[in-house]
Nanobody, 118 residues
């Protein structure tokens, strides 16, 4: 069974930093594109950042210069979030396109809460 598990959320003051992690597990052959999404209260889910298998990154305008997405060869992805503001308060979700034995498809983590106090 393929799973994505996020960690690293929490409460931080404005201007602070957090690092989110996403770990994939299961009978995985390859993970292609990965990304972080977020849903703020009363808003729709939005793409925060994405990274391809080859390492090409893409960021939402609102986080450019403050957030950094990365991934390693151990099926893990990270989101370094610096200079956080109250506008970054949301539940953050990990997403991955996974090729797996009998379970290829899009996968989502359960979400991790990030709260930025002003």
């Amino acid at each position: 069974q393929v799973q994505l598990v996020e960690s690293g959320g929490g409460l931080v003051q404005a201007g602070g930093s957090l690092r989110l992690s996403c770990a994939a597990s299961g009978s995985i052959l390859r993970i292609t594109d990965m990304g972080w999404y977020r849903r703020a209260p009363g808003k729709q889910r939005e793409l925060v950042a994405s990274i391809t298998y080859g390492g090409t990154t893409n960021y939402a305008d609102s986080v450019k210069g403050r957030f950094t997405i990365s991934r390693d060869n151990a099926q893990k992805m990270y989101l370094q979030m610096d200079d956080l503001t109250s506008e970054d308060t949301a539940v953050y979700y990990c997403h991955a396109e996974i090729i797996a034995y009998g379970a290829t498809g899009d996968y989502w983590g359960q979400g991790t809460q990030v709260t930025v106090s002003s």
